[in-house]
């Protein structure tokens, strides 16, 4: 795993790099257009990317596939992943960043066999890295990952929720009857999965993931002692890698819970 271990400080590395030189320059400047999903896109996605690509491919040889790229172009290098790819979303939470709120994220994740082995999430307003290599725990700015002690009882629980994709039935009992004790909707997937495993909030609910939005957050959560399932119940890596549900929590007991009281 030493060279996993190498890997990860370089592309932290690169990921602060680019949120120095590409990213933050550009807060609040650039203007932006809509993507056929209606999510958006501004230059700084694109010239990111790019400076991703590049730092990525001298750290290390693999295929690159990012947010900003074509389905076709995405779904040619997964093709291509048992020998190992990154995985890049530039910036997510571009609403947040067009619109002044300083909560978006550079996502940056190594496959291998179809599974994330390396991951990072970088947020270049709070300059704040989160990070996991497979089988070696999580950890933030050098601090291991939870940050602090998660309560035992759902009742208790500070709840990540983003309520599209997830049927108009749920969303009404998550709105008005909701087992936990607050709710938050941040805007970034990717800083989502980081918040729980910091113990920031400690459950999560997701109607529909891209590859992107979950392949570091999901090892990060799960290598700092973290859980997480489809909406299902269902195994949260048997799902559409293009497409997935997250039901996640802090710790496995509360993931028990939290999946009790969802009813799968």
């Avoid at 650039?30 to 690509?53: C, M, N, P, W, Y």
């Avoid at 709120?101 to 990072?120: M, Q």
């Avoid at 890295?129 to 602090?148: D, H, I, T």
């Avoid at 997480?228 to 819970?257: I, K, M, Y």
Wanted: glycine content about 10%.
């Amino acid at each position: 795993m030493a060279d996993l271990n190498l890997l990860v400080e370089q592309v932290i590395a690169a990921c602060r790099m680019v949120g120095r030189e590409e990213i933050m320059p550009r807060y609040m400047k650039v203007a932006h257009e809509r993507k056929v999903d209606g999510s958006l896109l501004t230059e700084a996605d694109i010239a990111a990317q790019a400076a991703l690509f590049r730092h990525l491919r001298e750290i290390a040889p693999y295929p690159v596939l990012g947010e900003e790229m074509t389905e076709a172009e995405q779904h040619e290098v997964w093709g291509l992943g048992d020998d190992g790819f990154w995985c890049v979303d530039p910036i997510d939470g571009t609403s947040n960043f067009v619109n002044g709120l300083p909560f978006f994220a550079i996502s940056v994740a190594l496959i291998r066999n179809r599974k994330s082995v390396l991951g990072v999430v970088y947020d270049p307003s709070a300059d704040e890295a989160f990070y996991a290599v497979e089988g070696q725990g999580a950890f933030m700015n050098g601090e291991r990952l939870p940050l602090k002690t998660p309560p035992t009882d759902l009742s208790r629980c500070m709840a990540g929720i983003e309520l599209k994709r997830i049927d108009r039935t749920l969303a009404g009992r998550l709105a008005f009857e909701h087992p936990f004790s607050s709710q938050r909707n941040l805007g970034a997937s990717t800083l989502d999965w980081c918040y729980v495993a910091a113990g920031r909030m400690h459950v999560y609910l997701h109607g529909g993931q891209k590859l992107w939005d979950y392949a570091a957050g999901c090892l990060i959560l799960k290598e700092s002692g973290g859980a997480a399932c489809a909406l299902d119940g269902s195994d949260f890596r048997g799902e559409d890698p293009w497409s997935r549900s997250v039901l996640a929590a802090l710790t496995p007991d509360l993931l028990r819970q939290w999946k009790t009281w969802i009813g799968v």
